[in-house]
C-alpha cells in the first residue's frame, strides 16, 4: 500500500527529509486562511487507499491545531486507509496534574483529542516528567523517538572535556542518558519555579565546574529563563564558555537572542522545530519509527 507524506504549513523541511528516507511520495496539500481567519484545505493529491502520515510539529500548538484536525479529517474522508501523526514536538505534556483546584488537565484533554483523530503518532522526546509513558494518555500506538545519542556524538566530536548540567531533577532523564552516552560528566541541579518567567536555581558546587566546558542541557527551551538563570548561576561560579543545548527550540519572547546575550557561546538544537539553531537531525529515526507503525 502506497505511502503519501502531508506537510502541515512550516514542517516542508522535515516533511522532505523523511520523504528521502522512506522513499515516499509528498501530497500537495493547500491550506490557507480566508480573510476572517477561517481555514481552507484542499488536497491536491489522490489520498484514497493510502497511508497517509501528516507532519506537523506542535510548538505553537493552539493556531495548528485546527488545520490539522481539517487535515485528519479530509484524507479519512477521502479514503485513507490509516492517517498516522509525526509531531516532533508534541505539545501539552506539561500540564498532567492539577497544581491548583480548578485547573484543565490540559495533557490528558489533548491526548485525548488526537487519539479520537490519528491511528498512531510518532513523537521526539516528548516531555514525560511525572508520567511513564505516552501509553499513559494516548490511546493509539505512540512511538517516542530519543535524541541522546546524537547529542552526545555531536558532544564527544565538539566539544573538550564536557561537563553536562541539567537545570532540574526533570532533566537528569535526558542529561544522565546523553552523559552516559558520551562518557561525561554531569550535574543535576535544582531549579525552583516562580512562575512562567520566573525561576531560582541553585549551584551545588563551584569545584566540579573548574577545567570543564559547561554543556547544558534541557529537553525544552521556551523562555529561556531556566536557562538564563543557569549561566547567570555559573557565571558567578566563575565559570563561561558554555554551549546550551535543547531538544526542542520553542524560544518563545525572544529567548534565542536574549540567550545569547546572556552569555551563551553557542545553542545547538535538534531539528524537531525549524530554527537557525538546529544542528541534531532526527529525521532518519523518525523514519525507522514510522517503518514499523506501518502495516
Ligand atoms: C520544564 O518543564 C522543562 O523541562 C524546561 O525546563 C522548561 O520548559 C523550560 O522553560 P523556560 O525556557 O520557559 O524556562
Redesign the pocket.
Known sequence: MSLLLVSLPGNEAMTKRLAEHMDAEISILECRSFPDGESYLRYRTEVEGKQVVIVCTLDRPNEKLLPLVFAASTARDLGAVRIGLVTPYLAYM?QDRRFQPGEALTSEIFARWISSQFDWLVTVDP?L?RRSALSDIYEIPASKEETAPLFASWIAENVNHPLLIG??E??EQWVGAIARACGASHLILE?TRKG??D?VISIPTIADLENTSPVLV??????????IETLRQLQLAGAHKFICMGVHGIF?EG?YEKLLQAGAGRVVTANTITHESNVIDVSKEISEAIGELLV
Open positions: 506539561r516531555h516528567h537545570p532540574d526533570e532533566s531549579k512562567d518567567r525561576v534541557d529537553d525544552i527551551i521556551s523562555t529561556g529563563h531556566t536557562m518563545a529567548a
